[in-house]
């Protein structure tokens, strides 16, 4: 027996390559805890779904070892692991009705046809599809689809529920519909999610945990609020939400914070030294676009440039203003709309400025 507060899943030092030279996952080393709603997200290629698949028992791991509850199951076949799996493409048995194809699950696992109709029927009314168990799934919705896949993968109330980009053939509207909806199944049923996407936004509305891949390798393993406000290199800054970059050098550091030279002579800019290679190292700055203030600032905060404002975009709670600063043309500011107005123009110089712990000095 595991010791229920050991984590739930545990990859090993694992690696997987397809050729037997290049490795899409490379020496991965992570933990799911219990209860966890754990999201891989990274760009295409970045190693996140071959881990689900090898998970989810579809990919067998080069090297290394994957274990659920504490028990190995590298050499366990997909179907003898008990974890439910939601896919993009929905995978329902068309020739089915919506409740044939949530009994299938326990059917399979031997239990009794008054208990399949109870559980079969309480599922669904999570979902809110009570009354659609006698619908075939080419009579529903795309959503009302995706809603019956993940009642299906609930059903037999397994451990743990892998889930790959379930929601991307939906529109935006009911995307969003389907994220929070998800996300309360997982408050109300406590069971260990690891969810699969590339879309960040998804990932930090729904995620207790995000582990962030580039390149075979978990860049960050943080909550959203922390991989948001604190990444630890330039890739997730980049990654996680909309970031600004400047490029300079480190000519002093002093304590938690450095000095950076600016390229194109924009001067000194104060940061939080976070992750660089040390006085005269390149080095890129992130600073995310809301907490740069635009106008009259001098004296304000510890950072101040000149720059142009070169566009305008309005929209609604905000505006999007792109400026002109030390040759960089494509420097955000979201200016908040409190007041239904905003006292800039296109074309005006103006001063922009920020605090020195807003703008991270990370990897060059």
């Known amino acids: ?155 037999f109330r397994p451990n743990l529920v892998l889930m790959d980009e379930p929601l991307g053939a ?56 922390v991989l948001y406000e604190k990444p630890v290199n330039a890739f997730v800054a980049g990654f996680i939400g909309e970031n600004n970059r400047l490029f300079g050098r480190v000519k002093e550091v002093s304590g938690d914070f450095c000095q950076v030279e600016l390229e194109g002579g924009g001067g000194l800019i104060k940061a939080l030294s976070v992750n660089h290679g040390g006085v005269g190292s390149r080095t890129t700055l992130s600073l995310r676009p809301e907490r740069v203030t635009i106008g009259a600032i001098e004296g304000q905060t510890e950072n101040a440039l000149e720059a142009k404002v070169e566009e305008l975009i309005y929209l609604g709670d905000h505006i999007r203003s792109r400026i002109s600063l030390t040759g960089n043309d494509e420097f955000i500011v979201k200016v908040p709309n409190s007041h239904g107005h905003v006292h800039l123009k296109e074309g005006e110089l103006t001063q922009i400025g920020w605090e020195a712990e807003d703008c991270r000095a990370l990897d060059g």
Do not use: W
Request: proline residues 5%; negative net charge.
């Open 170 to 225: 939906l529109d935006k509207n009911l995307r969003e519909e389907m994220q929070y909806e998800i996300k309360h199944i997982h408050e109300e049923l406590q069971v260990t999610m690891v969810y699969v996407t590339h879309d960040q936004s998804e990932a930090l509305t729904m995620s207790n945990q995000i582990a962030v891949f580039d390149d075979g390798v978990v860049q960050q393993l943080a909550t959203p609020d």
């Open 1 to 155: 027996m595991s010791d229920p507060n050991d984590p739930l899943v545990r990859f090993i030092e694992v690696q997987k390559s397809y050729d037997g030279e290049s490795l899409v996952v490379k020496n991965l080393n992570l933990d799911v805890a219990r209860g966890e709603f754990m999201t891989m997200l990274g760009p295409s290629g970045s190693g996140k779904t071959t881990c689900l698949m090898m998970l989810a028992g579809f990919e067998p791991a080069t090297h290394g070892e994957i274990t659920l509850a504490g028990e190995p199951i590298n050499n366990v076949a997909p179907h003898k692991r008990g974890i439910g799996m939601v896919f993009q493409n929905y995978a329902l048995f068309p020739h089915m009705t919506v409740a044939e194809n949530l009994a299938f699950p326990l059917e399979v696992r031997g239990v009794g046809k008054s208990e399949i109709t109870d559980k079969v029927n309480s599922t669904l009314d999570m979902v809110r599809l009570g009354g659609f168990g006698d619908r075939r799934p080419a009579q529903l919705s795309g959503g009302q689809q995706q809603r019956v896949a993940v009642a299906r993968s609930l059903v």
